[in-house]
C-alpha cells in the first residue's frame, strides 16, 4: 500500500516514503537478527533512500508554508528514523568486518545531526575498534558535552 501510496499527491508521498523506511529498516533489523547480513544491508539501503527523499519533499512543503499537523508529525520523526538508519548500517558494516564503511556511515550521521549525542556515540565506537583512539576520545567528549 505504501508503494502505491507514491503515486498520489504532493502530501502522501512524504508519508508513504516515511513509513516505507521505517518499514524497511525495521525489515533490516529482523534479517540482521536472524542472520541474513546480505538482506539486511539492502533494506537499510532502501530505508536511508526513502527517508532521504521523504526528507527533501518535507523540507520543500515546509518552505512553500503547505506542511499540515499531520505532515508536521512526519517532519519530526524524521531525525529519530534516520538516526535509526545510520545506526543499522553501520553496525551491519561493521559486523561483516568492514571498518571503514562503519566509520563513513557514523561520520555521515555526525553530518547529518551534528547535534545528536547519539551520532558521536557510534563515531566513537566505530574509531576505538580501529585504534584511532585520539579521534575517538575527541568524538566521545563531544557526545557527552552534547547528552547534558
Request: hydrophobic fraction near 40%.
Given at each position: ?148
Amino acid at each position: 500500500m505504501f508503494l502505491k501510496a507514491l503515486r498520489c499527491e504532493a502530501k502522501v508521498v512524504p508519508k508513504a516514503m516515511m513509513n516505507l523506511g521505517l518499514l524497511y529498516n525495521t525489515r533490516g533489523n529482523f534479517l540482521a537478527q536472524t542472520g541474513d547480513l546480505d538482506g539486511a544491508k539492502s533494506a537499510s539501503v532502501d530505508a536511508a533512500k526513502y527517508l532521504d527523499e521523504a526528507k527533501h519533499l518535507l523540507d520543500s512543503l515546509a518552505s512553500s508554508g503547505n506542511l499540515d499537523s499531520d505532515l508536521k508529525t512526519y517532519f519530526e520523526r524524521y531525525r529519530p528514523l534516520r538516526l535509526q538508519a545510520h545506526r543499522l548500517a553501520g553496525q551491519l558494516s561493521a559486523g561483516t568486518g568492514d571498518l571503514e564503511s562503519s566509520e563513513a556511515e557514523f561520520r555521515l550521521a555526525t553530518k547529518n545531526f551534528p547535534e545528536e549525542s547519539l551520532s558521536w556515540q557510534m563515531l566513537s565506537r566505530v574509531l576505538e575498534m580501529q585504534g584511532k583512539n585520539e579521534e575517538a576520545a575527541q568524538a566521545l567528549s563531544r557526545a557527552k558535552s552534547l547528552a547534558t
